[in-house]
């Protein structure tokens, strides 16, 4: 249980966000625009699916319907770019399906989405199958799509999805981390060969994209740096001193997350019961700060790489990369699991399924303003300078899910 925790949180940090939809009928709480009266609705639209998931990127989302026949891809400004439909699936029982779509990465820029189907196409009822049969229906494969929905390429998969670049160069998969033998798989974006790999590693490990062109792996109890088409070591470093100096050996369930331009590496995890270590280092692998009295959390660069945001036992708080103090400590009680977790410089967004909490914060960065609404959120770039915040709600109903856009300005604007 605590493995899968970790890994939800994983997600959340290196900003790819995977949301599993559910209905929100029955949950109290304000409305995002009772809460943001000044809000703009700048378009709406309407899908009929009452269940689904959904990736955000900076470009808008795709959604996966639930019953695995439907995937859309939507630009942020609400128009639809292209659609998947696929019929090859049939109920396994106790609610669960073989065949059709499984899931969905995208890019952080949007141009690239990867689709992870299952082989099969059942020809008779399920229970005619043999286990080995099913095996085989539900085997699962990857397709690799551009900006206009065509498929590059397609090969058999892993079952975990794969990590897409930020501007979808290359792409990282990687087997069962529980499993006793590990693999990290780098893929080419361009024709979905196997560039690299590294094979038969043991034990507790975690990789992430700092930008295309850099892979930052932790393998206690070596921080690396590796270049994503060669595999090269850019450059490694042994992490027990400062481990040590913080008065712990080494850390379990190891994530890593990175500023948007890659300066700024952020390695954490757990190393005690309720007790998490977090370093940041700059790109050339230079420890700017170590912190080892924080609860199990998680964390989050802003976009200019000056501030951490780490959330752990009902407590946040905001710490200034540049020597690791605290600029300030909240608690507050954050609605369900955290499932997508987005810090600017201005704004710090959580949002998961059941609703969402935005911290507006000042110049100095001190918490101007807490906010907490009841719809689920995705986060989506600022493009108009003058514009705070943009967003995209997301809210289901018994037979639908509406996406609204939403903008408010920058005070004094």
């Known amino acids: 249980m605590q493995r899968k925790k970790y890994g939800l949180l994983a997600i959340a940090s290196c900003g790819i966000l995977l949301l599993w939809a559910g209905s929100l009928l029955a949950q109290k709480g304000r409305p995002f625009q009772e809460v943001f009266p000044n809000a703009k609705v700048d378009w709406k639209l309407e899908l009929p699916h009452p269940k689904g998931r959904i990736v955000g990127c900076d470009d808008g989302f795709v959604f996966v319907s639930d019953d695995r026949m439907h995937l859309y891809r939507f630009s942020a400004e609400g128009r639809k770019l292209w659609e998947l439909r696929d019929i090859k699936r049939f109920p396994s029982g106790g609610g669960c399906w073989y065949g059709g779509i499984r899931g969905a990465r995208v890019s952080q820029d949007g141009r690239f989405v990867y689709v992870l189907r299952d082989a099969g196409q059942a020809t008779k009822p399920w229970k005619e199958y043999t286990h080995e049969q099913l095996l085989g229906l539900s085997r699962p494969y990857g397709e690799y799509l551009d900006a206009d929905g065509n498929r590059l390429w397609e090969r058999e998969e892993p079952p975990l999805l794969s990590k897409i670049s930020p501007q979808g160069k290359y792409l990282m998969t990687e ?52 270049d994503s088409s060669s595999g090269n070591a850019i450059w490694e470093l042994d992490m027990r001193p400062y481990f040590k100096g913080s008065g712990f050996e080494s850390i379990a369930y190891p994530q890593i997350t990175a500023s948007k331009d890659g300066n700024r590496i952020v390695l954490f995890g757990d190393y005690a019961l309720g007790k998490s270590a977090v370093i940041s280092l700059d790109s050339q692998g230079n420890i700017l700060w170590s912190r080892a009295d924080l609860g199990i959390c998680s964390a989050n660069v802003s976009e200019s790489g000056n501030t951490v945001f780490v959330d752990g036992n009902r407590s946040c708080r905001l710490i200034d990369n540049k020597d690791g103090t605290d600029l300030w400590i909240k608690q507050i009680r954050l609605p369900g699991t955290l499932l997508n977790l987005h810090v600017k410089d201005e704004i710090i967004l959580f949002s998961d399924r059941f609703g969402g909490t935005v911290f507006e914060l000042s110049e100095t960065g001190s918490v101007k303003r807490i906010s907490q609404f009841n719809e689920m959120v995705i986060p989506v770039p600022m493009k108009n300078l003058n514009i705070k915040f943009a967003a995209i709600l997301v809210q289901f109903s018994k037979n639908t899910v509406g996406f609204s856009y939403v903008t408010f300005r920058r005070e004094g604007r």
């Open 175 to 226: 087997f069962d981390a529980m499993s006793e033998r590990q693999e990290l798989v780098v893929v080419s974006g361009k024709d979905g060969s196997i560039l690299w790999r590294r094979e038969g590693e043991i034990g507790i490990w975690g990789a992430e994209f700092v930008t295309d062109e850099r892979i930052a792996y932790y393998k206690h109890p070596t921080l690396y740096l590796f």
